[in-house]
Protein backbone atom coordinates (compact mmCIF):
# COMPACT_ATOMS: atom_id res chain seq x y z
CA UNK A 1 0.00 0.00 0.00
CA UNK A 2 2.66 2.39 0.90
CA UNK A 3 4.58 1.56 -2.25
CA UNK A 4 2.83 4.00 -4.78
CA UNK A 5 4.25 2.34 -7.87
CA UNK A 6 2.06 -0.59 -6.96
CA UNK A 7 -1.39 -0.84 -7.85
CA UNK A 8 -2.82 -4.13 -6.33
CA UNK A 9 -6.10 -3.60 -8.26
CA UNK A 10 -4.44 -3.83 -11.69
CA UNK A 11 -2.86 -7.09 -10.36
CA UNK A 12 -5.53 -9.07 -9.75
CA UNK A 13 -7.01 -7.78 -13.09
CA UNK A 14 -3.87 -9.20 -14.90
CA UNK A 15 -4.31 -12.45 -12.36
CA UNK A 16 -8.35 -12.34 -13.78
CA UNK A 17 -7.28 -11.87 -17.34
CA UNK A 18 -4.68 -14.52 -17.96
CA UNK A 19 -7.00 -17.52 -16.11
CA UNK A 20 -10.02 -16.03 -18.76
CA UNK A 21 -7.60 -16.55 -21.72
CA UNK A 22 -6.74 -20.40 -19.82
CA UNK A 23 -10.68 -20.94 -19.58
CA UNK A 24 -11.43 -19.37 -23.14
CA UNK A 25 -13.88 -16.91 -21.37
CA UNK A 26 -16.26 -15.39 -23.30
CA UNK A 27 -15.71 -10.99 -23.62
CA UNK A 28 -19.11 -10.92 -21.53
CA UNK A 29 -18.56 -12.50 -18.93
CA UNK A 30 -14.68 -11.20 -18.68
CA UNK A 31 -16.22 -7.38 -18.66
CA UNK A 32 -18.24 -8.32 -16.05
CA UNK A 33 -15.74 -10.36 -13.99
CA UNK A 34 -12.65 -7.39 -14.25
CA UNK A 35 -14.67 -5.41 -12.36
CA UNK A 36 -16.54 -4.74 -9.63
CA UNK A 37 -20.34 -4.71 -9.54
CA UNK A 38 -20.36 -2.05 -6.62
CA UNK A 39 -18.57 0.42 -4.76
CA UNK A 40 -19.52 2.86 -2.09
CA UNK A 41 -17.13 5.77 -0.72
CA UNK A 42 -18.21 7.14 2.55
CA UNK A 43 -16.98 10.15 4.69
CA UNK A 44 -17.61 9.32 8.48
CA UNK A 45 -17.35 12.45 10.93
CA UNK A 46 -16.39 10.90 14.41
CA UNK A 47 -15.81 13.26 17.92
CA UNK A 48 -12.49 12.93 19.32
CA UNK A 49 -11.35 12.57 22.31
CA UNK A 50 -10.52 16.50 22.36
CA UNK A 51 -13.56 17.27 21.49
CA UNK A 52 -13.00 18.11 17.59
CA UNK A 53 -14.92 16.27 14.70
CA UNK A 54 -12.12 14.04 12.60
CA UNK A 55 -13.63 12.99 9.39
CA UNK A 56 -12.55 9.49 8.03
CA UNK A 57 -12.80 8.19 4.62
CA UNK A 58 -13.66 4.75 3.74
CA UNK A 59 -15.11 2.48 1.05
CA UNK A 60 -17.13 -1.37 0.79
CA UNK A 61 -16.49 -2.79 -2.63
CA UNK A 62 -19.09 -5.32 -3.88
CA UNK A 63 -17.19 -7.65 -6.49
CA UNK A 64 -19.77 -10.01 -7.18
CA UNK A 65 -22.67 -12.01 -5.65
CA UNK A 66 -23.66 -14.93 -8.09
CA UNK A 67 -22.91 -17.60 -6.08
CA UNK A 68 -24.18 -15.81 -2.76
CA UNK A 69 -24.39 -12.88 -0.85
CA UNK A 70 -21.29 -10.43 -0.90
CA UNK A 71 -18.67 -11.57 1.74
CA UNK A 72 -15.46 -9.88 3.20
CA UNK A 73 -13.84 -8.35 5.59
CA UNK A 74 -13.40 -4.60 6.85
CA UNK A 75 -9.73 -3.47 7.37
CA UNK A 76 -8.37 -0.17 9.20
CA UNK A 77 -5.16 0.97 7.60
CA UNK A 78 -3.66 4.76 7.66
CA UNK A 79 -2.31 3.83 3.80
CA UNK A 80 -6.05 2.31 2.66
CA UNK A 81 -6.94 3.00 -1.25
CA UNK A 82 -9.71 2.15 -3.14
CA UNK A 83 -7.53 0.31 -5.42
CA UNK A 84 -6.48 -1.90 -2.56
CA UNK A 85 -10.25 -2.56 -1.65
CA UNK A 86 -11.37 -3.00 -5.50
CA UNK A 87 -8.53 -6.13 -5.42
CA UNK A 88 -9.17 -7.50 -2.32
CA UNK A 89 -12.79 -8.03 -2.68
CA UNK A 90 -12.44 -9.57 -6.13
CA UNK A 91 -10.61 -12.33 -4.74
CA UNK A 92 -12.87 -12.95 -1.73
CA UNK A 93 -14.77 -13.87 -4.82
CA UNK A 94 -12.25 -16.35 -5.95
CA UNK A 95 -11.00 -17.08 -2.15
CA UNK A 96 -15.23 -18.08 -1.65
CA UNK A 97 -15.57 -20.48 -4.79
CA UNK A 98 -12.19 -22.11 -4.47
CA UNK A 99 -13.63 -23.30 -1.30
CA UNK A 100 -17.37 -23.88 -2.42
CA UNK A 101 -19.23 -22.07 -0.20
CA UNK A 102 -22.32 -19.97 -1.22
CA UNK A 103 -20.97 -16.79 -1.11
CA UNK A 104 -19.68 -14.09 -3.40
CA UNK A 105 -16.97 -11.30 -2.81
CA UNK A 106 -16.76 -7.64 -0.98
CA UNK A 107 -14.04 -6.02 1.12
CA UNK A 108 -13.96 -2.74 3.23
CA UNK A 109 -12.02 -0.48 4.39
CA UNK A 110 -11.07 2.90 6.37
CA UNK A 111 -8.69 4.63 6.44
CA UNK A 112 -7.56 5.62 9.83
CA UNK A 113 -4.48 4.26 12.18
CA UNK A 114 -6.47 2.78 15.33
CA UNK A 115 -2.34 2.15 17.02
CA UNK A 116 -3.44 6.27 17.75
CA UNK A 117 -7.20 6.33 18.19
CA UNK A 118 -9.04 5.38 21.64
CA UNK A 119 -11.63 2.61 21.99
CA UNK A 120 -14.42 5.03 22.21
CA UNK A 121 -13.04 6.58 18.83
CA UNK A 122 -12.73 3.49 17.00
CA UNK A 123 -16.31 2.67 17.98
CA UNK A 124 -17.23 6.39 16.62
CA UNK A 125 -15.65 4.83 13.24
CA UNK A 126 -16.94 1.54 13.51
CA UNK A 127 -20.81 3.14 13.87
CA UNK A 128 -20.36 5.77 11.26
CA UNK A 129 -19.34 3.18 8.75
CA UNK A 130 -22.39 1.42 9.28
CA UNK A 131 -24.62 4.43 9.34
CA UNK A 132 -23.32 5.55 6.07
CA UNK A 133 -23.51 2.02 4.46
CA UNK A 134 -26.97 0.46 6.27
CA UNK A 135 -28.84 0.43 3.10
CA UNK A 136 -25.94 -1.39 1.58
CA UNK A 137 -25.08 -4.41 4.15
CA UNK A 138 -26.84 -6.84 5.00
CA UNK A 139 -27.18 -10.64 6.08
CA UNK A 140 -28.61 -11.33 3.01
CA UNK A 141 -26.51 -9.27 0.81
CA UNK A 142 -23.37 -8.40 2.13
CA UNK A 143 -21.87 -9.48 5.14
CA UNK A 144 -18.34 -7.78 6.64
CA UNK A 145 -15.84 -9.64 8.91
CA UNK A 146 -12.67 -8.83 10.95
CA UNK A 147 -9.56 -7.80 8.91
CA UNK A 148 -6.07 -6.08 9.04
CA UNK A 149 -6.23 -4.29 12.35
CA UNK A 150 -10.11 -4.87 13.09
CA UNK A 151 -11.22 -7.12 15.91
CA UNK A 152 -14.52 -9.33 17.48
CA UNK A 153 -15.12 -6.00 19.51
CA UNK A 154 -14.93 -3.66 15.93
CA UNK A 155 -17.44 -6.08 14.60
CA UNK A 156 -20.19 -6.16 17.79
CA UNK A 157 -19.98 -2.29 17.57
CA UNK A 158 -20.97 -2.98 13.96
CA UNK A 159 -23.79 -5.22 14.42
CA UNK A 160 -25.08 -3.24 17.27
CA UNK A 161 -25.02 0.06 15.52
CA UNK A 162 -26.67 -2.22 12.28
CA UNK A 163 -29.50 -3.38 14.57
CA UNK A 164 -29.99 -0.14 16.46
CA UNK A 165 -31.01 1.11 12.67
CA UNK A 166 -32.84 -1.52 11.25
CA UNK A 167 -34.66 -1.82 14.48
CA UNK A 168 -34.78 -5.67 14.71
CA UNK A 169 -31.89 -7.99 15.41
CA UNK A 170 -29.92 -9.67 13.24
CA UNK A 171 -27.05 -11.31 13.81
CA UNK A 172 -25.92 -12.35 10.62
CA UNK A 173 -25.19 -9.13 9.25
CA UNK A 174 -21.96 -9.62 10.14
CA UNK A 175 -19.19 -12.14 11.06
CA UNK A 176 -16.45 -12.55 13.25
CA UNK A 177 -18.55 -11.45 16.35
CA UNK A 178 -17.00 -12.55 19.66
CA UNK A 179 -18.40 -15.87 21.37
CA UNK A 180 -21.25 -15.80 23.49
CA UNK A 181 -22.44 -12.86 20.77
CA UNK A 182 -23.36 -14.80 17.89
CA UNK A 183 -19.43 -15.33 16.98
CA UNK A 184 -18.54 -18.88 16.75
CA UNK A 185 -15.46 -21.08 18.35
CA UNK A 186 -12.68 -21.74 15.99
CA UNK A 187 -13.30 -18.59 14.61
CA UNK A 188 -10.08 -16.63 15.57
CA UNK A 189 -8.05 -19.77 14.93
CA UNK A 190 -10.12 -20.21 12.04
CA UNK A 191 -7.52 -18.31 9.31
CA UNK A 192 -4.14 -19.27 10.68
CA UNK A 193 -5.33 -23.34 10.93
CA UNK A 194 -6.28 -23.31 7.11
CA UNK A 195 -2.85 -22.15 6.44
CA UNK A 196 -1.38 -24.82 8.24
CA UNK A 197 -4.41 -27.28 6.82
CA UNK A 198 -2.83 -26.60 3.85
CA UNK A 199 0.95 -26.73 4.61
CA UNK A 200 0.25 -30.13 5.81
CA UNK A 201 -1.56 -31.60 2.49
CA UNK A 202 0.95 -30.21 1.08
CA UNK A 203 3.93 -31.70 2.52
CA UNK A 204 2.14 -35.17 2.24
CA UNK A 205 2.34 -34.41 -1.54
CA UNK A 206 6.13 -34.05 -1.32
CA UNK A 207 6.54 -36.88 0.93
CA UNK A 208 8.18 -34.88 3.81
CA UNK A 209 7.07 -35.43 7.17
CA UNK A 210 6.28 -32.38 9.03
CA UNK A 211 8.72 -32.43 11.56
CA UNK A 212 11.50 -32.57 10.04
CA UNK A 213 10.78 -28.94 8.69
CA UNK A 214 11.41 -25.60 9.93
CA UNK A 215 9.43 -22.01 8.81
CA UNK A 216 9.91 -18.03 9.04
CA UNK A 217 7.22 -16.09 9.06
CA UNK A 218 6.28 -12.36 7.68
CA UNK A 219 3.73 -10.71 10.62
CA UNK A 220 2.27 -11.76 13.89
CA UNK A 221 -0.70 -11.08 14.04
CA UNK A 222 -4.23 -13.16 14.54
CA UNK A 223 -3.15 -14.95 11.04
CA UNK A 224 0.22 -16.20 12.47
CA UNK A 225 0.01 -16.37 15.70
CA UNK A 226 -2.65 -19.56 15.13
CA UNK A 227 -0.14 -20.99 12.20
CA UNK A 228 2.41 -20.96 14.43
CA UNK A 229 0.41 -22.72 17.11
CA UNK A 230 -0.74 -25.59 14.99
CA UNK A 231 2.47 -25.84 12.67
CA UNK A 232 3.94 -26.40 16.08
CA UNK A 233 1.68 -29.24 16.93
CA UNK A 234 2.72 -31.13 14.21
CA UNK A 235 6.18 -30.70 15.09
CA UNK A 236 7.49 -28.08 12.24
CA UNK A 237 10.22 -25.75 13.68
CA UNK A 238 9.26 -22.06 13.21
CA UNK A 239 12.70 -20.22 13.05
CA UNK A 240 11.92 -16.63 12.42
CA UNK A 241 9.08 -14.32 12.78
CA UNK A 242 9.03 -10.90 11.39
CA UNK A 243 6.73 -7.63 12.45
CA UNK A 244 5.95 -4.03 12.33
CA UNK A 245 7.31 -1.57 15.42
CA UNK A 246 4.89 1.16 15.67
CA UNK A 247 7.56 2.77 18.00
CA UNK A 248 10.34 3.04 14.86
CA UNK A 249 7.97 3.08 12.15
CA UNK A 250 9.82 0.28 10.42
CA UNK A 251 10.00 -4.43 10.78
CA UNK A 252 12.27 -6.39 12.29
CA UNK A 253 13.08 -10.34 12.00
CA UNK A 254 13.49 -12.13 15.10
CA UNK A 255 15.66 -15.27 14.59
CA UNK A 256 16.09 -18.33 16.95
CA UNK A 257 17.94 -21.30 15.18
CA UNK A 258 16.56 -23.97 17.82
CA UNK A 259 13.09 -22.59 17.05
CA UNK A 260 11.10 -19.67 18.30
CA UNK A 261 8.86 -20.00 21.63
CA UNK A 262 5.24 -18.84 20.84
CA UNK A 263 4.18 -17.97 23.92
CA UNK A 264 7.15 -16.30 25.22
CA UNK A 265 6.79 -13.90 22.35
CA UNK A 266 3.23 -13.64 22.62
CA UNK A 267 4.13 -12.24 26.24
CA UNK A 268 5.70 -9.34 24.64
CA UNK A 269 3.96 -8.41 22.30
CA UNK A 270 0.93 -5.80 21.64
CA UNK A 271 -2.54 -6.27 20.31
CA UNK A 272 -1.45 -5.15 16.61
CA UNK A 273 1.18 -8.14 16.29
CA UNK A 274 4.36 -5.90 17.47
CA UNK A 275 7.17 -7.70 19.38
CA UNK A 276 8.74 -5.66 21.92
CA UNK A 277 12.98 -5.64 20.44
CA UNK A 278 14.62 -5.02 23.94
CA UNK A 279 12.29 -7.51 25.41
CA UNK A 280 13.54 -10.17 22.75
CA UNK A 281 17.12 -9.32 22.68
CA UNK A 282 16.84 -10.37 26.19
CA UNK A 283 14.79 -13.44 26.05
CA UNK A 284 17.83 -14.48 23.40
CA UNK A 285 16.37 -13.91 19.98
CA UNK A 286 18.96 -11.77 17.08
CA UNK A 287 17.16 -8.87 16.16
CA UNK A 288 17.23 -8.58 11.66
CA UNK A 289 16.20 -6.55 9.55
CA UNK A 290 12.50 -6.79 8.59
CA UNK A 291 13.34 -8.68 5.09
CA UNK A 292 15.61 -11.40 6.98
CA UNK A 293 12.44 -13.37 7.15
CA UNK A 294 12.36 -13.76 3.40
CA UNK A 295 16.33 -15.42 3.10
CA UNK A 296 16.06 -17.83 5.96
CA UNK A 297 17.04 -21.29 4.97
CA UNK A 298 13.89 -22.42 5.88
CA UNK A 299 11.34 -25.72 4.12
CA UNK A 300 7.92 -22.96 4.30
CA UNK A 301 8.00 -19.45 3.49
CA UNK A 302 4.55 -18.00 4.94
CA UNK A 303 4.18 -14.46 4.50
CA UNK A 304 1.23 -13.79 6.84
CA UNK A 305 0.99 -9.46 6.92
CA UNK A 306 0.20 -7.44 3.85
CA UNK A 307 0.26 -7.57 -0.36
CA UNK A 308 2.88 -6.59 -2.11
CA UNK A 309 5.59 -8.43 0.26
CA UNK A 310 7.73 -10.51 -2.38
CA UNK A 311 8.46 -8.15 -4.91
CA UNK A 312 11.12 -8.49 -8.05
CA UNK A 313 13.94 -6.73 -5.55
CA UNK A 314 13.57 -9.82 -3.04
CA UNK A 315 12.28 -13.04 -4.79
CA UNK A 316 16.42 -13.58 -5.11
CA UNK A 317 16.69 -13.93 -1.92
CA UNK A 318 14.70 -16.79 -1.33
CA UNK A 319 16.74 -19.71 -0.23
CA UNK A 320 17.20 -22.81 -2.37
CA UNK A 321 15.91 -25.15 0.08
CA UNK A 322 12.25 -23.44 0.53
CA UNK A 323 9.48 -26.22 -0.72
CA UNK A 324 6.83 -24.48 0.00
CA UNK A 325 5.20 -20.87 -0.01
CA UNK A 326 2.08 -20.41 1.84
CA UNK A 327 0.24 -17.13 1.12
CA UNK A 328 -1.31 -16.40 4.74
CA UNK A 329 -2.02 -13.16 3.84
CA UNK A 330 -4.02 -11.27 0.90
CA UNK A 331 -1.93 -10.76 -1.97
CA UNK A 332 1.51 -10.64 -0.70
CA UNK A 333 3.34 -11.93 -4.00
CA UNK A 334 3.83 -9.40 -6.47
CA UNK A 335 3.14 -10.64 -10.56
CA UNK A 336 6.91 -10.38 -11.22
CA UNK A 337 7.93 -12.33 -8.45
CA UNK A 338 5.28 -14.99 -8.51
CA UNK A 339 6.68 -15.64 -12.36
CA UNK A 340 9.76 -16.05 -10.96
CA UNK A 341 8.88 -18.80 -8.42
CA UNK A 342 6.75 -20.45 -10.96
CA UNK A 343 9.94 -21.67 -12.87
CA UNK A 344 11.10 -22.83 -9.29
CA UNK A 345 10.98 -26.23 -7.70
CA UNK A 346 8.28 -24.37 -5.36
CA UNK A 347 4.44 -25.57 -3.94
CA UNK A 348 2.92 -22.53 -4.26
CA UNK A 349 -0.51 -22.38 -1.39
CA UNK A 350 -1.84 -19.64 -3.10
CA UNK A 351 -4.09 -16.73 -0.94
CA UNK A 352 -7.59 -17.77 -2.34
CA UNK A 353 -6.19 -21.27 -0.63
CA UNK A 354 -3.89 -21.06 2.08
CA UNK A 355 -6.35 -18.33 3.85
CA UNK A 356 -9.46 -19.25 2.86
CA UNK A 357 -10.11 -21.01 6.79
CA UNK A 358 -11.18 -17.17 7.68
CA UNK A 359 -13.98 -16.77 5.65
CA UNK A 360 -14.90 -20.70 5.27
CA UNK A 361 -15.31 -20.49 9.43
CA UNK A 362 -17.22 -16.83 9.08
CA UNK A 363 -20.02 -19.37 6.62
CA UNK A 364 -20.29 -21.47 9.46
CA UNK A 365 -20.87 -18.63 11.93
CA UNK A 366 -23.72 -17.88 9.77
CA UNK A 367 -24.93 -21.65 9.57
CA UNK A 368 -24.76 -21.70 13.27
CA UNK A 369 -26.72 -18.05 13.77
CA UNK A 370 -29.35 -18.44 11.75
CA UNK A 371 -30.02 -22.27 13.47
CA UNK A 372 -29.38 -20.38 16.94
CA UNK A 373 -27.95 -22.92 17.82
CA UNK A 374 -23.71 -23.40 17.76
CA UNK A 375 -21.35 -26.14 17.36
CA UNK A 376 -18.57 -26.77 19.91
CA UNK A 377 -14.94 -25.58 18.84
CA UNK A 378 -14.00 -29.54 17.85
CA UNK A 379 -16.59 -29.79 15.64
CA UNK A 380 -16.02 -26.27 14.10
CA UNK A 381 -12.43 -27.10 13.46
CA UNK A 382 -12.82 -30.84 12.23
CA UNK A 383 -15.43 -29.17 9.32
CA UNK A 384 -13.01 -26.46 8.55
CA UNK A 385 -10.44 -29.04 8.11
CA UNK A 386 -12.57 -31.01 6.06
CA UNK A 387 -13.60 -27.77 3.80
CA UNK A 388 -10.12 -26.87 3.31
CA UNK A 389 -8.83 -30.28 2.39
CA UNK A 390 -11.30 -30.89 0.23
CA UNK A 391 -10.36 -27.28 -1.47
CA UNK A 392 -6.64 -28.13 -1.10
CA UNK A 393 -7.05 -31.62 -3.56
CA UNK A 394 -9.59 -30.15 -6.43
CA UNK A 395 -6.57 -27.65 -6.84
CA UNK A 396 -4.04 -29.75 -6.19
CA UNK A 397 -5.64 -32.28 -8.54
CA UNK A 398 -6.05 -29.23 -11.26
CA UNK A 399 -2.50 -28.61 -11.09
CA UNK A 400 -1.56 -32.04 -11.75
CA UNK A 401 -3.37 -32.64 -14.25
CA UNK A 402 -3.31 -29.39 -16.29
CA UNK A 403 0.47 -29.43 -15.67
CA UNK A 404 0.34 -25.66 -14.32
CA UNK A 405 0.75 -23.36 -11.73
CA UNK A 406 -0.67 -23.76 -8.20
CA UNK A 407 -1.96 -20.27 -8.70
CA UNK A 408 -3.34 -20.70 -11.68
CA UNK A 409 -5.15 -24.04 -10.43
CA UNK A 410 -7.41 -22.31 -7.79
CA UNK A 411 -7.75 -19.64 -10.08
CA UNK A 412 -8.90 -21.66 -12.79
CA UNK A 413 -11.53 -23.78 -10.47
CA UNK A 414 -12.29 -20.23 -8.93
CA UNK A 415 -13.20 -18.25 -12.22
CA UNK A 416 -14.77 -21.49 -13.53
CA UNK A 417 -17.14 -21.97 -10.96
CA UNK A 418 -18.37 -18.13 -10.12
CA UNK A 419 -18.54 -17.82 -14.41
CA UNK A 420 -20.68 -20.70 -14.55
CA UNK A 421 -22.93 -18.95 -11.67
CA UNK A 422 -23.33 -15.60 -13.88
CA UNK A 423 -24.26 -18.32 -17.23
CA UNK A 424 -26.84 -19.92 -15.03
CA UNK A 425 -28.14 -17.24 -13.37
CA UNK A 426 -28.79 -15.26 -17.22
CA UNK A 427 -25.97 -12.53 -16.76
CA UNK A 428 -23.93 -13.50 -19.41
N1 LIG B 1 -10.86 -11.03 6.18
C1 LIG B 1 -10.81 -12.45 5.94
C2 LIG B 1 -10.32 -12.74 4.52
O1 LIG B 1 -9.65 -11.97 3.90
C3 LIG B 1 -12.12 -13.12 6.29
C4 LIG B 1 -13.32 -12.60 5.54
C5 LIG B 1 -14.64 -13.10 6.09
O2 LIG B 1 -14.64 -13.85 7.04
O3 LIG B 1 -15.66 -12.70 5.52
O4 LIG B 1 -10.54 -13.80 4.04
Not at 21 to 31: F, S
Not at 382 to 401: H, P, Y
Request: aromatic share 8%; proline share 4%.
Amino acid sequence: MADKSFNPFEMAQAQFDSVADMLDLEQGTRDLLRFNQREFHVSIPVRMDDGNVQVFRGFRVQHNDARGPAKGGIRFHPMETIDTVRALAMWMTWKCAVVDIPLGGAKGGVICDPHNLSQREQEGICRGWVRQLSKNLGPLNDVPAPDVMTNPQHMLWMLDEYEAVRGEKLPGFITGKPVGMGGSLGRTEATGYGVIFNVREALKELDIPPADTTASFQGFGNVAQYAIELYTQIWGKVICVSCWDQQDQTSYSFRKSGGIDLEELQGITDRFGGIDKDKAEGLGYEVLPGDAWIEQDVDILIPAALENQITGDNVGKISDKVKIIAEGANGPTAPEADKEIAKRDIFMLPDLLANAGGVTCSYFEQVQCNMNYFWEKDEVIGKLDTQITNAFEAVNEMRKSKDIYARDAAYVIAVGRVAEACRERGWV
